[in-house]
């Protein structure tokens, strides 16, 4: 790999380069074009793991829910040669192209492939697959059924060997008041999908400003047992601050069986 170049995790693009495609940062994030949610301009625990782990350049990578790219650029940038980026949003992938292409320009032998197509079907990447797969902040805005048919069809574009890495949020985010105590009453009681949020506004009134209005939650446990179903064995999981923000996702990795 070429380990020639940097990149800093905690500012992937710098304020010059977003504003030269119409974007501006706070706090680290950028709203989606599509208004469910914001896009991460720097790095989460498990997107680093992610990144470093693979370590031989020819894997092939899928990264799902790719936004505007920070996360592909920092794989273009330690040199892997195989990537597919997916998004949901056509103009997250047009402006994600537009950042990184000067990039691109110092690593030409890398193989960079955008596509347009959403969780939980993937119905463009047909039968292919992948030595590694990250889900980042984007299984959330599933519902329970929407979630299984993700992780299967995550699993089946798995390559036997191959390691998911997942980031959700968890269920000890502060601005949703009364809902940990919620998740865990519905923990106690068997619920397999403790962290299902079908009326934001019940826990956070002015959360449906910048979502689909309804949320699914995990907390490490139930989101092992959910994820182990389908035939991958976790290596990882743990509650994960976000930055300042304490507790506010759980992060997973677990590998396809051979």
Known sequence: MN?????????????QEL?????????????????????RNYLCEISRQFITDICDPDKR?????????????????????NITAVDIEKRHLETADQLIKQTLLSFPECSLIWICD?????????????????CAQALHYMNPEQFEKALLRMSELLS????????????????????AEEYEKRMKAGNRFPGYMDDVRKYHPNGVNHNPGSFLFFDPVA??????????????????????KP?????????KVA
């Open 118 to 134: 959403k969780l939980p079907e993937l119905s463009l990447l047909n039968d292919q697959t992948f030595d590694s797969i990250l």
């Open 61 to 81: 990578i899928l990264e799902v829910g790719c936004g505007i790219g920070a996360v592909v650029k920092a794989l273009v940038t330690y040199g892997y040669i």
């Open 3 to 15: 380990n020639n170049m940097t990149i800093d995790y905690n500012l992937v693009y710098e304020p």
């Open 247 to 255: 507790k506010y996702q759980t992060g997973l990795v677990a590998e």
């Open 160 to 179: 036997p060997g191959g390691k998911l890495y997942i980031t959700i949020g968890s269920p000890y985010i502060d601005v949703y008041q009364g809902f």
């Open 223 to 244: 989101l092992q047992d959910r994820v182990i179903e389908y035939g991958l064995r976790v290596v990882d999981v743990k509650l994960m601050n976000d930055r300042e």
């Open 19 to 39: 504003a030269a495609v119409g974007l501006e940062s706070r706090n680290g994030t950028i709203k989606t074009f599509n208004g469910t949610g914001y896009m």
